[in-house]
């Protein structure tokens, strides 16, 4: 998890917040396949505590702030291949 911010409460609303999480896999030899950002709406209790910490992370600085830059392919891949295992054959 990147970051937290509660949603600003709306009349006839039930209460929701944000939470920016960060994606990462990678294979067998350690390498990056994915590596990405993703913001959840999630709900919170149906009466939340007043006196709870309200979290107001700055979610668009979070995310940047710990980008890193884009892995380069692996020499060999493309599009057309990308959808194949290494040891199949063209039909």
């Known amino acids: 998890m990147v970051g937290l911010r509660e949603n600003s409460a709306k009349p006839g ?5 944000l939470a920016a999480l960060r994606m990462m896999s990678t294979d067998q030899d350690g390498r990056t396949v994915l590596d990405f950002y993703r913001c959840a709406m999630l709900p919170l209790s149906e009466s939340p505590d007043e006196d709870r910490v309200r979290k107001s992370d ?18 060999g891949i ?9 040891d199949s054959t063209s039909r």
Do not use: I, M, N
């Open 13 to 17: 609303r039930k209460p929701t917040g």
């Open 58 to 75: 700055d979610l668009s600085r979070s995310v940047r702030s710990r980008s890193s830059p884009s892995p380069r392919p692996r020499a």
């Open 78 to 86: 493309s599009p057309r291949t990308a959808t194949r295992f290494p």
